[in-house]
Every structure is written in C-alpha cells, then in structure tokens.
C-alpha cells in the first residue's frame, strides 16, 4: 500500500513537501514516480526516482522547483515542491514499479498508486 500525505492549501510562490509512505512491502526495490491530475485533464507525469535515488527524471513544466528523493530506510519518497502556481492545482499521486532500474513518466510503467492527496495553490 502506499500512502501519500503532505497536500493543503499554499499560496503562490509558497512551498509544500509531499510524502509517499510504504506498506507491506520494500520500497527500496521499487523506482517511484509522482503523477498529478487536475480537474478536467488527464494524468500527467511529474517526477520518478530509480530506487536507489541516483537517477531522477522531471516534467519540464517543474524543473528547477520540484525535488524527488527517497530515504530507503523510512520507506518513504518525497516531493519537495517550491515556487509553486496556481497551475499546480491537481491531486497528486505515487506510484511504484518493482525493480532496481529506472522507470519514465508513463503511468503505464506503474503498478502500485495510492489514493492521491490535494494539492491547492491559490492566493
């Protein structure tokens, strides 16, 4: 199972930090990636991580202001998100692939997604 927690309400130009907690099985042998939908369009991609946290992918609508990174040993993959917009306004979900290798943007690549968690950026 995977958790995700961290969404709310932040301002323009503010930062939010995601969480993606796992369950029942080791995350460490999973690449992750975060996906985002908001109201009216579909799913995109917007970050992954292999498992070992040393190769990262970004969406270029977030280069240079979101953060993906892990810590194997809480189980746990984070979103650091900075300098967010309005445009970021979406329900965010993690997802997991099994294997040490590192995965794309697709959701397809994923088999294992939590519920999401919302993420509101307005003034």
């Known amino acids: 199972q995977l958790v995700e927690s961290g969404g709310g309400l932040a301002q323009p130009g503010g930062s939010l930090r995601l969480s993606c907690a796992a369950s029942g099985f080791a995350l460490d042998f999973y690449a992750v990636a975060w996906f985002r939908q908001a109201p009216g369009k579909a799913r995109e991609g917007v970050s992954c991580?292999?498992?070992?946290?040393?190769?990262?992918t970004y969406a270029d609508s977030v280069k240079g202001r979101f953060t993906i990174s892990r810590d194997n040993a809480k189980n746990t993959v984070y979103l650091q998100m900075n300098s967010l917009e309005p445009e970021d306004t979406a329900v965010y979900y993690c997802a997991a692939a099994y294997g040490t290798w590192a995965r794309g943007l697709q959701e397809h690549e994923y088999d294992k997604w939590g519920q999401g968690t919302q993420v509101s950026v307005s003034s």
């Open positions: 991580i292999d498992s070992s946290g040393a190769i990262t």
